[in-house]
């Protein structure tokens, strides 16, 4: 049985990558995008910024940079599955002998390989911009190491919400939402520097973990805090993903098998 849901698997992952090579504007977009934040960011909005007990904002903007990619890949997976589901795609790979879960796994681990390609390009373009990873290539290869799992654990969001949606409306309204859920967080300004109960949303927010344990990994400037979370953003980086993952990859699941019914 394993061994059947690994080669579906494999199979399907080939399948989704050989249609990104057939359309690469996908691929530029994944990239391009990030890519424009940071020159907006840092040489639009940099220099209007402080880190709260002095530092470099660049170096303390960059973490956050990187964690916004993460979640702009939400809505690039929703799109594929809804795309899939309009044309057929879903409704052949149900009729078919193969494992529910290899054909989500599938989707998964391409939209990973994208999401890695888009977060190393990132990585060199901070580089060229002046930023720098502090700690030395160990901690660094574990930020990126956290950065992916955040990464892995939205992207199932993103196959439970284009398995339940019907249309592109609701891709529009999730793509909307990014963004105040980006802003509502510590990716780009300390959470002490907001009114109170909008300070503690932003501090437990899933993406505010992990832009702070990058930032302890790459030896960047962060913003502190006395949560329990701000004291703790390994673990919460860690912590948060793994919850995410234990409720969505079920409701995943089960929505796929609900609509062969």
């Not at 373009?125 to 950065?147: D, K, M, S, T, Y």
């Not at 503690?200 to 990994?217: D, Y």
């Amino acid at each position: 049985m394993t061994a059947w849901v690994v080669a579906d698997t494999g199979a399907l992952t080939g399948r989704y990558l050989t249609h990104l090579r057939r359309r690469p504007e996908q691929l530029v977009n994944a990239i391009g995008f990030p890519i424009l934040m940071l020159l907006i960011f840092v040489f639009l909005f940099g220099g209007m910024m402080a880190v709260p007990g002095g530092g470099d904002y660049r170096s303390a903007l960059l973490p956050g940079l990187f964690t916004l990619t993460m979640l702009f890949g939400l809505s690039s997976t929703m799109v594929a599955v809804v795309t899939d589901a309009q044309r057929g795609i879903t409704d052949r790979f149900r009729s078919m002998p193969m494992s529910a879960s290899a054909v989500l796994l599938g989707r998964a681990a391409a939209d990973m390989v994208v999401s890695a390609v888009a977060l190393a390009v990132l990585l060199l373009a901070g580089l060229a911009v002046g930023w720098r990873a502090e700690n030395g290539i160990g901690p660094a290869l574990a930020a990126v190491g956290l950065l992916l799992l955040l990464r892995f654990a939205l992207l199932w969001v993103g196959i439970w919400l284009g398995l339940l949606v019907r249309g592109p409306d609701a891709v529009t309204a999730v793509q909307t939402l990014e963004f105040p859920v980006a802003f509502l967080s510590g990716l780009f300004v300390a959470p002490a520097s907001m009114p109170v109960v909008v300070s503690a949303v932003a501090e437990w927010n899933p993406l505010s973990a992990t832009a702070a344990a990058t930032r302890e990994l790459f030896g960047n400037p962060g913003w502190g805090g006395d949560s329990w979370v701000a004291l703790h953003p390994l673990l919460a980086a860690v912590l948060w993903p793994l919850l995410i993952l234990a409720v969505f990859v079920p409701l995943s699941v089960r929505r796929f098998r609900e609509m062969s019914r």
